[in-house]
């Protein structure tokens, strides 16, 4: 198994692929974190501010100026917990919490980009747009084949400035064109959109020899198409050769059930607003939601 997975039902994309027995790639932030002591600063969400000149502070120190927006400082498992918008200081004081930050509000295009890193230098770069639901949560996820520039110029500075060392995948959160969050890993939830086998074999490359080499010259879009249901809400786990069924309509590259029948529900990272059942990746976004709407009825969500 090349990969580390938390997540049992993203192993998919990962367990038939050959890897050097000595090889890690993780794709989780506490495994980054052991694994790559030297760069754990990248996690403190108040540094990675300081490196871009954006006002912040830890919750005690006033802003100079509202609205902000807080969240913690560390966040490993993710998925926007604890995070808010204040409004005024009367807001910030009676939400102040330990171990939590308040940082500028940013405007403009939310994007989370993965890139292939060889000693601070992108090598392979794509992107991805979460469009809204409610509540924190996302209807689907767009991963573009056209590149980002302007951004790509920004963050590549970025990464040669302060990862000059580093050799791997890395993720970055953007705002308007500047890091909220930066993990020293991949997005797990759609190497299929990426190309599949063989771009996760380039992934293993690069951990192994420190070399991308991956041909995406005909790339598409992507979607990864959520289907959520109430907060704390677990359904039985769906008869496996419906998934299947599921799983092989037209466009559709993969089908993930997210949760573990055999955990309570609250031992699952969620957003607050609801509860992930499934994720469909594909290349249609039509065929995407009516796959969704089949795995709803097969779930008996409403």
Not at 38 to 43: G, N
Not at 229 to 250: E, H, S
Not at 293 to 300: D, E
């Amino acid at each position: 198994m090349p990969i580390i997975e938390c997540d049992p039902w993203r192993e998919q994309y990962f367990a038939h692929i050959p890897c050097p027995p000595d090889v890690i790639v993780p794709t989780d932030d506490s495994e980054s974190w052991l694994l790559f002591p030297k760069h754990r600063w990248i996690f403190n969400k108040l540094l990675i501010c300081e490196t871009q000149g954006i006002e912040a502070g830890p919750h005690g120190v006033e802003p100079a100026a509202y609205p902000v927006f807080s969240k913690p400082i560390y966040n490993m498992r993710g998925m926007g917990i604890g995070s808010h918008l204040v409004r005024n200081a009367t807001e910030m004081h009676a939400t102040q919490a330990p171990g939590h930050m308040w940082m500028r509000l940013l405007e403009g295009e939310h994007l989370s980009t993965d890139v292939a890193v060889v000693r601070g230098a992108a090598r392979w770069w794509r992107h991805a747009r979460g469009v809204p639901d409610h509540d924190g949560m996302f209807d689907y996820w767009i991963v573009y084949a056209d590149p980002r520039p302007a951004l790509e110029d920004f963050l590549g500075g970025w990464l040669r400035a302060h990862l000059a060392d580093y050799t791997g995948m890395v993720n970055i959160e953007t705002i308007g064109g500047r890091i909220i969050e930066c993990h020293l890993r991949f997005s797990d939830q759609w190497p299929d959109l990426y190309g599949g086998d063989a771009w996760v074999r380039a992934a293993v490359d690069l951990y192994a020899r420190g070399e991308w080499r991956y041909d995406d010259s005909d790339r598409r879009n992507g979607y990864s198409v959520v289907l959520w249901g109430a907060p704390g809400v677990r359904p039985a786990a769906p008869d496996a050769a419906a998934v299947d069924a599921v799983r092989k309509m037209p466009s559709v590259s993969s089908v993930q059930i997210t949760f573990d029948a055999s955990k309570p529900a609250a031992e699952h990272a969620m957003p607050p607003g609801g509860f992930r059942f499934a994720i469909v990746n594909c290349l249609d976004l039509e065929c995407g939601q009516t796959a969704r709407a089949q795995l709803r009825s097969l779930l008996q969500t409403h």
